[in-house]
């Protein structure tokens, strides 16, 4: 009787194992969800092996795999009561772990945008407001031992009642300005901005439209129901390379997601009752928990016979490159701010914003945890000139200008962990765009 119990043991582990294989590699494609590899992969094999047990006439393989159903059954069962129990009572396991808190520790820009705006897109918390000093908070947040922006001073970083870096008394404008996270720049006054910068060189008004981890579908509808005023004929779409294509390919996604079944991304940290949920959250980001304190520089800026410790991240791709879908979504995105802008009745620009690798490039000495240390300087920004030219947008690129002020010894980017431009960096780039839009 033992034997026959131990078979069907093997045989119900091998249908649960596979099953549940199958469950997580489908997640893993149709979710982007790759730390699901390695669990799919060690159940289907698990399922392999039990499949082969049940299908031998006893043995130790067979006694020893029906021991391993067992235990997994008795877990399952106790974390399954555990689970119940957890969503009865009603346990918020976001607040226990201190989810909101943690969060809530950062400067407004160095957290997610959670304002629902139009389809699928965020902007600020209307009229919210922060005061502290951002860079060195986030240093002290991310536990790092870097010594760096201590001459930070402390600032009030405040939104509107849009959700953008703009006074609630700005009625009329002259120029847009849509953009990620360089054009928001939430650790830096107003008027040091680069859209500041532009504005005061130009004597014109320009209105700031930066939010960060946004893409072109999503700065194009800031553009429509936000950037539209009596005085407005320009309109310019800051362009960063480092992940403009990534969010441009995500962006797309959830809206064709939300119009095929109306669910939309929500950005909020939600009660989180499940048990199970929790702990596989914990294992999923594992890997950028932080135990001890540690340095983020990965390389070393070459600076009038000195160097300066600095992060490195972001590495694009050359034109050639691109995934398909990246190439499709910066395609589609183009095409729609070129329309908008026409539909207004403001002549469309592009800035091309280059990241610090690109701008160091041939300046910087490789350290360790230095990312992606073959990356070369390509053709990215030709390629967006082109689809630029395509459309009739007017293409400003800013890389030649930052360049020649790294090759002078100026760093034009925050130094460590933030890889966004400095106050020298926002400068050059107002400057540059400034000449670049002024009319004749």
Request: some cysteine.
């Amino acid at each position: 009787m033992k034997p026959s119990f131990d078979r069907l043991l093997c045989f119900i582990g091998a249908l649960g194992c596979i099953a549940v294989a199958v469950l997580l590699r489908w997640r893993m494609m149709t979710h982007d969800a790759p730390h699901w590899a390695i669990p799919s992969i060690v159940l289907a094999v698990v399922g392999g092996i039990a499949l082969v047990a049940g299908l031998l006439k006893g043995g130790s393989l067979q006694r020893a795999i029906a021991a391993l159903m067992k235990l997994a059954l008795t877990t399952g069962i106790t974390f399954g009561v555990a689970e119940g129990a957890c969503r009865v009572i009603g346990i918020d396991f976001n607040e226990v772990l201190g989810a909101r808190k943690a969060n809530e520790a950062f400067p407004i820009y160095f957290r997610l945008p959670t304002h629902p705006s139009g389809e699928v897109y965020f902007t600020r918390d209307p009229g919210s407001s922060w005061t502290g000093k951002p860079l060195q908070t986030l240093l002290k947040n991310h536990r790092s031992t870097d010594v760096a922006y201590t001459d930070e001073a402390e600032l009030t970083i405040r939104y509107s009642r849009e959700g953008f870096r703009n006074p609630d008394d700005l009625n009329d404008w002259d120029i847009a300005i849509v953009g990620d996270s360089f054009t928001e720049s939430g650790y830096l006054p107003e008027k040091t901005l680069f859209t500041g910068i532009t504005a005061e060189k130009l004597g014109k008004r320009v209105k700031n439209l930066g939010i960060t981890d946004s893409g072109t579908f999503a700065q194009t509808h800031y553009l429509e129901a936000y950037g539209q005023a009596p005085s407005c004929k320009t309109a310019v779409l800051a362009f960063f390379e480092g992940n403009d294509l990534e969010d441009n390919e995500t962006e797309l996604r959830e809206r064709d997601l939300f119009r095929a079944t109306g669910e939309k991304p929500d950005r909020s940290i939600p009660r989180q009752p499940s048990l199970l949920k929790t702990i596989a959250n914990l294992v999923r980001d594992f890997k950028k928990i932080r135990l001890s304190d540690r340095s983020y520089a990965n390389a070393c800026f070459k600076s009038g016979g000195k160097e300066i410790p600095v992060t490195v991240a972001d590495a694009p791709p050359a034109g050639a490159e691109m995934s398909m879908e990246q190439s499709k979504a910066l395609a589609l995105g183009l095409d729609e701010y070129a329309a908008a802008c026409a539909k207004t009745g403001m002549k469309a620009h592009l800035l091309y914003i280059p990241c610090k690798r690109r701008v160091m490039h041939g300046h910087l000495r490789h350290g360790n945890d230095y990312p992606q240390p073959g990356w070369q300087m390509n053709d990215l920004p030709e390629h967006l000139q082109a689809e630029c030219a395509k459309r009739g947008i007017t293409f400003i690129n800013a890389t030649p200008a930052l360049s020649s002020a790294a090759a002078l010894g100026k760093p034009c980017f925050n130094t460590l962990y933030d890889t966004h431009l400095d106050a020298t960096g926002h400068q050059i780039v107002g400057e540059m765009l400034a000449r670049a839009i002024a009319v004749p």
